[in-house]
């Protein structure tokens, strides 16, 4: 393959500037002395021109870039005055870019401010073609341009949970900020050495509480914004002696950190207060903030882990309606049960909101990928390599208008796609996504593959749309993806964002050929069952075992799975990205370690295998074949009768589907599809009956106070029916996650009510259906959690015909 054709485009369609000089004003210090020394860096690093300053215009016609704010360059620019002026003049942190050729070729890069000469400096770069020993910039370039939102940044959290930023030296760190500006934020979010997490871990190359000052005096050297993310760690904020230790921990940071300008405080994950508690110890860290930073404002958000949200949610916004003058405004991000348009409508005009928006997360999470394959949800997780360029633009400017920007929600350098399309659309929510995605791919990567890895990166979205096994773009992404990594040089290959993407197309490809691969042994194993009554139990038993254990004998596409390795163990050695626990010293399996379950199973050989082996200890024959019948027949509802895994797709068209995703993507008012994959993946003790089926993972979910209705047609009147129904408990933790749901039909029935679903485990019910519930053939199922933890999960439902009435 050859380099794209776009690139060799734009060489033609540019001004060469390989041999300009850089002019810049005299005296430049701090922040706007910095952003030049980018634009020299970041030229010189791809092109391996050093670009010479000057502080006057050279007395022939060599190239000239101009850089400098509108004030600093006010002089040396006059004689291009007239064409400044046919742009529009920007606001805060805006610029103006301007080429012009005359008797020399010029290039102006004018910001309004400090800020706008770094955002000028950079689009100036992602625009360009930097080349070896060529720099090309776009004919005629002519753009103003201005934020639209005024708060536009990322979280870096320096510590062990995170899947990359732990084993970062402070120079990463810095280049990772420097790209972030380059692409318009302005804001940094860090983290204290003391939060939900270990102090320090095995890849900590700093000390945390050196590296939180660090940080900030690299996020300032950049004329950015400093936010302190501070979670309430304590347990007992009513106690005098914790809110004195508590206070004493924050001075030391508050004193030594040099520069913040915000702090946010999580009204909860982590952090239990009520918020009557909650809004009391805010405004004494308020105070004491601002004892060390005058200018700082504290931010606070309606997070909210309680079994009863709305109450809690109550008496927070009665806190904010009392309009604390410490408070500097709301933060909207995960667990916050109201939606940010109505958040808004709810709390004074005078505070703003920030959005906390997760971009890190698969399910389980504010955005979850839309009906995501459960093959997917199994392997890569809830926190793997994750570019979702259009869903991430269509989440932004849904919402976009109802707060002043976003700093998002990071653990670590999967999400590293996402972060560049938020900043470009909190700059400019009409900017397409595959515009963002090309200036990323011609400045991160390489310029020749520009239109190739910006296709390929939208295509590996389009890979998690929809059932996996029929979806045939997978492997025209893996093909495209192959054809650039056999053509292109060193540099590519290890570079650590082509490595990811390329990546990602191995790995698709390989869950879709063992998917495939695993159903089709599956039920090779069920027809073995099929045959009990014929060749006996023990038998067919070997026979299923046996087709089972292909999948490990004999397994599909084993290249695909060793270059996967191979990429995961040079992004651990180039970027530090911990995709395996037992390699790369990740913290979990849920914390982006997600090359440790590339080849967990695919079809149900788990709870076949453990029913087996089960069934082998009955000294029984006829007990025997009673059991593998019930295998055989799990699923089955009987004549007349319906079976729906509500986290299939089939399943999924019995689902009321509210608002829908178009309009609440965070499904706070809608059912979604979900995935409880630690019902698998959490090691089981030797008590086999504990495996669940494969379908108990894959439920529709309900969040808070929102109900769950299903719609069934065609039931016969005259005959009667029970409903039997499969509930998920949620992720155990530390605090009780059980909750109680009741179940209801039409005409007032309760078919049950007040059942009890415990944390980490799978609960059945049976209930008869009274025969008014579906005297017109319809039965309209209805469930409503009624206490306990805010999840309500419903994964598989049996309507059984019982006979005529």
């Not at 120079?171 to 997490?197: C, H, K, V, W």
């Amino acid at each position: 393959m050859k380099p794209d054709q776009e690139a060799v485009n734009i060489r033609l369609d540019a001004w060469d500037f390989s041999d300009a000089v850089l002019l810049v004003p005299e005296g430049l210090e701090g922040a706007e002395a910095k952003a030049i020394t980018v634009l020299i860096e970041e030229t010189e690093k791809r092109t391996g021109i050093a670009l010479a300053v000057t502080h006057e215009w050279p007395a022939d016609n060599q190239p000239v870039i101009v850089a400098g704010t509108a004030a600093s360059l006010q002089d040396m620019v006059k004689d291009y005055s007239v064409e400044l002026e046919k742009l529009s003049l920007p606001g805060k942190e805006g610029y103006r870019l301007l080429g012009c050729k005359d008797e020399r070729t010029v290039v102006l890069i004018v910001g309004a401010d400090s800020r706008g000469m770094l955002y000028g400096i950079g689009k100036f770069l992602r625009k360009s073609s930097l080349t070896k020993q060529s720099l090309q910039v776009p004919a005629n370039l002519s753009i103003s341009s201005t934020p639209r939102q005024s708060c536009r940044g990322h979280q870096l959290g320096y510590r062990p949970k995170t899947n990359a930023y732990d084993a970062w030296s402070s120079a990463q760190f810095e280049q990772y900020i420097r790209e972030l500006a380059i692409f318009g934020a302005n804001s940094i979010e860090i983290m204290p050495p003391r939060t939900d997490d270990d102090a320090t871990g095995p890849l900590m190359q700093e000390d945390p509480l050196k590296m939180m000052i660090r940080l900030s005096e690299i996020i300032d050297s950049y004329g950015l914004d400093t936010w302190v993310w501070y979670p309430n760690m304590a347990e007992n904020y009513a106690d005098p002696a914790t809110i004195r230790e508590e206070l004493l921990e924050r001075e030391e940071i508050f004193s030594k950190v040099p520069h913040i300008h915000a702090v946010f405080i999580p009204g909860s994950d982590p952090g239990e207060l009520e918020p009557d508690l909650l809004f009391e110890w805010a405004a004494q860290v308020a105070e004491l903030l601002q004892k060390y930073h005058p200018e700082a404002k504290l931010w606070i958000s309606p997070q909210v882990m309680s079994h009863e949200p709305a109450k809690w949610l109550e008496g927070f916004l009665a806190n904010v309606d009392k309009e604390p003058e410490w408070l500097g405004g709301l933060v909207f991000g995960p667990h916050v049960d109201i939606t940010l348009p109505d958040l808004r409508r709810r709390i004074p005009d005078k505070y703003p909101i920030r959005r906390y928006e997760d971009i890190t997360h698969n399910f389980h999470c504010q955005y979850p990928v839309v009906n995501w394959d459960l093959a997917f949800a199994l392997t890569l997780g809830r926190e793997s390599i994750n570019p979702r360029p259009l869903a991430e633009k269509y989440i932004h400017n849904l919402l976009e208008s109802y707060a002043i920007g976003n700093i998002s929600y990071s653990e670590g350098i999967n999400d590293d796609v996402n972060k560049f399309i938020w900043s470009d659309q909190d700059w400019d929510s009409k900017t397409e996504a595959i515009e963002t995605l090309r200036e990323f791919a011609r400045f991160f990567i390489a310029d020749a593959y520009t239109e190739g890895i910006a296709q390929g990166l939208l295509a590996l979205e389009k890979n998690w749309e929809g059932p996996l096994a029929v979806n045939e773009g997978v492997d025209q992404t893996f093909n495209q993806w192959r054809m650039i990594e056999h053509s292109a040089p060193p540099e590519v290959l290890n570079n650590y964002r082509f490595q990811m993407g390329l990546l990602r197309a191995y790995y698709d490809a390989y869950i879709k050929r063992r998917l495939i691969y695993e159903t089709e042994l599956e039920l090779e194993a069920m027809d073995a069952l099929k045959s009990a009554p014929s060749l006996g139990a023990l038998v067919t038993l070997e026979q299923a075992e046996a087709a089972l254990l292909r999948a490990k004998t004999h397994p599909v596409a084993e290249s695909y799975r060793q270059r996967c390795w191979e990429l995961a163990d040079e992004l651990f050695k180039n970027i530090g990205a911990q995709l395996s626990v037992t390699k790369h010293q990740a913290i979990a399996l849920g914390r982006g370690a997600f090359m440790d379950a590339i080849d967990f199973p695919l079809n149900d050989s788990r709870w076949l295998s453990a029913q087996n082996a089960i069934i082998r200890e009955m000294d029984n024959e006829q007990d025997r074949l009673n059991a593998i019948d019930q295998i055989v027949n799990r699923t089955n509802p009987g004549p007349g009768g319906y079976y729906d895994n509500l986290g299939s797709y089939k399943g999924w068209q019995r689902v009321d589907k509210g608002k829908g995703w178009e309009n609440d993507p965070g499904y706070l008012e809608s059912p979604r599809m979900a995935h409880g994959i630690y019902l698998l993946q959490t090691e089981r003790e030797i008590d086999k009956s504990a495996i669940p089926p494969i379908a108990s993972t894959r439920h529709v979910n309900t969040l808070a106070d929102t109900q769950l209705t299903l719609q069934y047609d065609h039931l016969d009147p005259g005959s009667s029916y029970s409903v039997k129904v499969t509930y998920v408990g949620d992720t155990a933790s530390e605090l009780s996650r059980d909750y109680k749901v009741t179940l209801s039909a039409q005409a007032g029935s309760v078919l049950h009510e007040n059942v009890l679903v415990k944390q980490g485990q799978c609960t059945q019910i049976e209930s008869p259906i009274p025969q008014e519930a579906f005297a017109d053939g319809k039965l309209r199922l209805t469930f409503t959690r009624v206490s306990g933890f805010k999840r309500l999960n419903v994964s598989e439902i049996w309507i059984i015909r019982n006979g005529a009435s």
